[in-house]
């Protein structure tokens, strides 16, 4: 570690730096700050947000756009992974959706529910179904972004995510405000 370079917990108040001196060189420090693991919490507030992106924003992604219209099995069992928060596998989530192959939707439908309520995302039970009995992949791929705008990859699975999360570094600059002096 360099010395204008300094590791700060998250916990710590944010260190003070003070401007260079008259014709020193200075360059901007780099904050280091380990951040903790992050699960899916229920959020306090009663203030419903939106989709971070809409319903047909398919081909925003156009990988899991592919997977999900081909195998809609594999993304929804990637999601429900993240959603239950490791309680149900990938793999139990496909054989659940393998036995309930002809209604597939209504696994998925609950699946969203559960993402809205987690979120505070604006919608209901009743148009979650709605959506995924008439749009199952647009859906699908509108959770899985969703999953991946709040930070969580369901491909790589809940353990896997929490420790990506563990040993996440976030990585800031942080630049003083200029010295300035007094001029007539």
Known sequence: MYPHQRVVQPTMPPPIFHPP???ENYSAPILYIKQTPVGI???????ETDWNST?????SDFNVCCKTTICP??????????????KTSKREAMIIIGFCSCCMWMYTCYNRTT????????????LDCVTHAFCLPCAL????RELDHRGFDPSLGWFENLERQRNAVAIYTVTPPQHETMTR
């Open 55 to 59: 319903l047909f924003d398919c081909h």
């Open 141 to 144: 791929c509108q959770e899985y």
């Open 115 to 126: 993402i809205r309520s987690k979120f505070n995302i604006k919608g209901s039970p009743s």
């Open 41 to 47: 919490e229920q959020q306090d507030q009663k203030i």
């Open 73 to 86: 099995w594999i993304t929804s069992s990637e999601i429900a992974e993240i959603v239950y928060e490791g």
């Open 21 to 23: 001196l008259h014709g």
